[in-house]
């Protein structure tokens, strides 16, 4: 049964590079537990872990008292040759630098006497091709030694193992660690970003110097935010690890209001004829000029790039940390690639190695088959050693006899440090750990003192975040395209995850180099500042809208708002609605036009009526200012000239004792004039009445009837106005609803029963004095005043009746200026009426003005 579950995981191992992480774990475990005796290892060879099978297998070995496990991706490209029916591994430059630079990391460490004196490290190194099952089988090699792999074994005397450096996919990287936590080995991967790894239950002793694919849909998030690119298009590997980094993109992108516009997922049926037709339509068709590159790496993104290099000719990618440092892809398709953004991780210093490095000529090392064709790749060439006329179809080249003069420095590919950095410290980390606890191994594992490791140069900071992450920075990297056809990157920018939040990505702009312009990738125009985004009916991405503006009071002022803020009730917006602005704010200032006639007309009426009591006092003596009650003259001509001076309290900025004055004083004032003119038609009636022999309205001839009349009626006035004023007074307010844009400062009556009421007394007495006024119309015309009364009443009546509906239907200055005109228009009308005649009687015609006169008229 279990030699079934093996067959079954070699299958399954063999099917792909990413996708049976959990199959090989379930078919492992059994096999590790299995039962191994002596006689079994001798005598029966045992079951394999059934793998990938390829031309070559490489791995470095060295002894030493303790040993740190390597298994790093050299290898990647396939290639089925025909040799013994095998698959041909294609090496790249970049990765044999890492290799390097673990083998040199080891090296320095022994060498250094103040790092594990009188302990010497060793490596046991393998390629894993970025292949689960074979990352695996490495595993197994590494803890039983170099002969059979036995599983759960360490065969021989052998150096303990300390723990593992690798892998840098996340393919193989998955399987080792669901390992290697069973065993408690402490694992170190250069550039793992699955987030699976960060369960911490699962993999307790897992580590990596890279973030995971959270940090990276994070900061992408924010650099698609930055440049307004909402947008956007997806190609990812057809895996697991593809899958995974696709989920945690579509858990990021929204929260900047990025969209998806399509997703293309990789594999070798996308790479035939027909689905790739459907692939280059989909790009073609998107509006978007944005696309993502991620998942995992693999021989069928080389062949969808050199498929389809035209359709990316007006479109940038973005590049995740797995591509950013992938040379062999860039190289080879710059034109692709011109443009194009990158994350790439801040890397810390590493010693000078050229020196290291150019010890390694295949000369030095004729046995080691990996140099030969890193110098086949690099170089064209073959140095002798090693002969396959077979290698010249695997690369595709026509080989010749090396100089001897090639170094591997030479390359310009190796002049990238890609994620040589974090080998290094990697394998520094693991023997900073090994020194802190002197040696003592006993529990297999160095994770219990991850935290109190620390690189030179960062001894007050920790390493590893909670997650077991090497919490570092990202460089935002440009990749641009010479004349040559060569490609280049600068760095345009970087992210700091400790700073503070909104600081924490800086673009540099001017170092920018785009293919033709800055990109545009968005499904609908911009909505500007003054606008606001609704869904467009039909279509279900938020990035897809139409524009509308905001309505009155509201504005926007960023691009492509989803929402307009109401402005204060004192502000308004703009034509443009893209701020508010305080609202102008309107009442009946004194500058005003309006002003100013209704000031002039206010004091030209007040010296005319100061004027006609002049002449009053100066010939009060005179038998027509006295027939006509000259105390209530007096008293109808002051009033009726403190009517006019009332308008001033009108005008200028309202305030609460300004609007209780000229509310109050105007409806008193008024009250006293029209009491009087009452007064004096009451007396014209009882002095007619009088002048009939016995008649008994002599008695009420007199000043005293008069000054009660119009105290009494000026009284009910005042008694109406303190109840106003105690109750509910007028007061000052700020009308903003009435006019858009517009602040009215106004007096609000207070009491609206109030109010009418003051202005309904004044009626009464407006009308009881006309109808009295109007029945005696017909008296002497010594007595005629009666006439000028009816006239007088009639103006003010038909004055006020049409003020109601005009100060009902305005607002604001105008509605003050209604009541204005109002009280000039009947104060005039009592002047006009009343007076003027007798002025000009007095003035012009003074043979009227006599006593003779009056007894002429009354015999007639």
Request: proline share 5%.
């Amino acid at each position: 049964m279990v030699y079934g579950l093996v067959l079954f995981c070699g299958r399954a191992g063999s099917q792909g590079r990413a996708s049976h992480q959990l199959k090989v774990l379930l078919c492992v475990l059994p096999v590790c537990v299995l039962p191994c005796s002596s006689t079994s290892q001798s005598s029966e060879p045992g079951c394999d872990l059934q793998i990938m099978k390829s031309f070559h297998e490489y791995g470095y070995f060295s002894d030493g008292d303790v040993i740190i496990g390597g298994v790093l991706t050299v290898n990647f490209f396939m290639k089925r040759v025909p040799i013994r029916g095998m698959d041909h591994m294609l090496p790249i430059p970049l990765y044999y630098k890492y290799l390097l630079t673990f083998l040199y990391a080891i090296k320095e460490i022994n060498r250094k006497a103040n790092m594990l004196p009188n302990v010497t490290l060793g490596y046991h190194l393998y390629d894993s091709c970025s292949d689960g099952p074979k990352a695996v089988k490495n595993i197994f090699q590494i803890l039983s030694g170099q002969g059979k792999l036995v599983p759960n074994y360490r065969c021989g005397g052998l150096s303990p193992v300390a723990g593992f450096i690798g892998d840098q996919y996340s393919a193989s990287t998955l399987p080792m660690a669901q390992i290697l936590s069973v065993y408690r080995y402490t694992q170190i991967s250069y550039g793992a970003t699955n987030t699976v790894l960060n369960d911490r239950t699962l993999y307790p002793t897992f580590f990596r110097m890279i973030q995971s694919d959270l940090t990276f849909s994070s900061v992408l998030s924010m650099l698609l935010e930055h440049f307004g690119w909402t947008w956007v298009g997806i190609i990812t590997s057809d895996d697991d690890i593809g899958e995974k980094e696709t989920l945690v993109l579509m858990e990021y992108l929204p929260r900047t209001g990025t969209c998806v516009a399509f997703m293309i997922k990789l594999n070798s049926a996308v790479i035939k004829d027909g689905d790739l037709e459907r692939s280059v339509h989909i790009i073609r068709k998107s509006t978007a000029r944005i696309v993502v590159i991620c998942g995992t790496f693999s021989a069928y993104f080389a062949d969808f790039f050199r498929k389809t290099a035209d359709v990316f000719k007006d479109r940038t990618l973005i590049l995740n940390p797995t591509f950013a440092l992938n040379n062999f892809l860039l190289e080879k398709y710059p034109e692709v690639f011109n443009g194009s953004l990158a994350l790439g991780l801040f890397q810390p210093p590493i010693p000078e190695m050229t020196d290291f490095f150019e010890t390694f000529h295949p000369l030095n090392y004729p046995r080691d088959l990996l140099i030969e064709h890193i110098w086949l790749l690099c170089f064209g060439c073959f140095t002798g050693v090693y002969r396959l006329n077979p290698l010249e179809k695997v690369y595709n080249v026509s080989l010749h006899a090396c100089s001897g003069k090639e170094r591997i420095t030479d390359f310009t590919s190796l002049a990238i440090n890609g994620l040589a950095p974090r080998v290094f410290h990697a394998v520094r980390i693991m023997a900073d750990a090994l020194h802190q606890i002197r040696y003592n191994i006993k529990n297999h594992s160095t994770e219990n003192y991850r935290y109190q490791v620390h690189m030179a140069g960062m001894t007050e900071k920790k390493l590893f975040n909670e997650n077991g992450e090497y919490v570092t920075w990202y460089n935002i990297i440009n990749w641009v395209m010479y004349k040559n056809m060569s490609l280049h990157y600068k760095f345009v920018g970087y992210f700091n995850p400790q700073a503070p939040e909104g600081e924490q990505l800086l673009i540099k702009p001017a170092r920018l180099t785009w293919k033709n312009e800055v990109p545009r990738s968005q499904c609908s125009e911009s909505c500007l500042p003054g606008s606001r985004k609704i869904p467009k009916p039909g279509i279900i991405h938020s990035c897809c809208y139409d524009c509308v503006r905001c309505s009155e009071g509201e504005i926007s002022n960023i691009t492509d708002s989803r929402n307009c803020l109401k402005c204060q009730s004192s502000e308004w917006t703009k034509e443009k609605r893209d701020r508010c602005i305080p609202k102008e704010v309107e009442f009946l200032s004194y500058n005003d036009r309006i002003s100013v006639i209704f000031s002039c007309a206010s004091s030209l009426a007040c010296l005319l009526t100061a004027f006609i009591l002049g002449i009053f006092i100066l010939y009060m003596d005179t038998p027509i200012v006295r027939a006509n009650n000259k105390n209530l003259s007096f008293l109808l001509l002051v009033s009726i000239m403190l009517s006019f001076l009332c308008v001033f309290l009108f005008l200028g900025r309202p305030v609460d004792i300004t609007c209780m004055l000229c509310q109050s004083s105007f409806g008193i004032i008024f009250t006293i004039a029209v009491s009087s003119v009452l007064a004096k038609t009451i007396m014209v009636c009882i002095a007619f009445k009088a002048t009939k022999p016995g008649s008994s309205w002599r008695k009420w001839i007199g000043v005293k009837v008069s000054n009660l009349i119009v105290l009494f009626c000026t009284s009910v006035q005042v008694i109406i106005n303190i109840t106003w004023l105690s109750i509910s007074p007028p007061f000052q307010e700020l009308d903003t609803h009435s006019y858009p844009g517009k602040i009215i400062v106004q007096c609000n009556e207070g009491s609206v029963m109030a109010f009418y009421s003051v202005l309904g007394y004044m009626g009464l007495l407006a009308a009881v004095s006309f109808i009295i006024a109007f029945l005696a119309r017909t008296l002497p015309d010594s007595f005629n005043e009666a006439k000028y009364i009816t006239f007088s009443m009639m103006v003010y009546c038909s004055v006020w009746i049409a003020m109601i509906p005009a100060y009902l239907s305005t607002k604001g200055k105008d509605m003050v200026s209604v009541e204005i005109f109002a009280i000039l228009a009947s104060s005039a009308g009592l002047l006009v009426c009343i007076f003027l005649p007798k002025c000009y009687i007095v003035l012009f015609r003074p043979d009227l003005n006599k006593k003779s006169n009056l007894f002429e008229t009354r015999t007639r």
